[in-house]
């Protein structure tokens, strides 16, 4: 079964606004990933935090933590059309079969 | 560098047909992974090797699929026969730091009719 579940499934937004993902998973994790897939592309990686941080920054992408919820968020900040993508996370259980588990993804599409 | 190469980029086969999917790592990386993505199951993982050593196969779907890395510079997924069921992009990924920062190949979209 999929570790990581994302929401939402699709997001629509103007260009400029910030876009907002949303990751929950199940089991106890050794860090959560993030990555982006553009139409017809493999995944691109974008950010991994570790179970022991809540919040990681990267150029125009935060991502949060919380490890009571078992849930990450990933915020890009203003959007451009160029961000138009599936994003997926993607987990390490803590215990169990070490395998890097991913979401569903959420297609973000940026509209000029 | 040139990225995980994988080979063919699309693939159309009759059912019963032998596929044989190639990838390329990235030079000196040592984990190597094969994903396959449909639109029901989402990404699956489906085998990884460590050191051209097979690790974990237990994703595998059935004995009709094989996977080999015979080298650190190459790896291929071997499908026999198929099936239509197995139409889906198979994608190649390595890295350098385990189940961290995965690099993914182009993928191989595979059309069983």
Known sequence: SQQGEEDPQALSIQEGENATMNCSYKTSINNLQWYRQNSGRGLVHLILIRSNEREKHSGRLRVTLDTSKKSSSLLITASRAADTASYFCATVPLQGAQKLVFGQGTRLTINP | ?113
């Open chain 2, 1 to 113: 560098d040139a990225g995980v190469i994988q080979s063919p980029r699309h693939e159309v086969t009759e059912m019963g047909q032998e596929v044989t999917l190639r990838c390329k790592p990235i030079s000196g990386h040592d984990y190597l992974f094969w994903y396959r993505q449909t639109m029901m199951r989402g990404l699956e993982l489906l085998i990884y090797f460590n050191n051209n050593v097979p690790i974990d196969d237990s994703g595998m779907p059935e004995d009709r699929f094989s996977a080999k890395m015979p080298n650190a510079s190459f790896s291929t997924l071997k499908i026999q026969p198929s099936e239509p069921r197995d139409s889906a992009v198979y994608f190649c990924a390595s890295s350098l730091m385990g189940r961290e920062k995965l690099f993914f190949g182009s993928g191989t979209q595979l059309s069983v009719l």
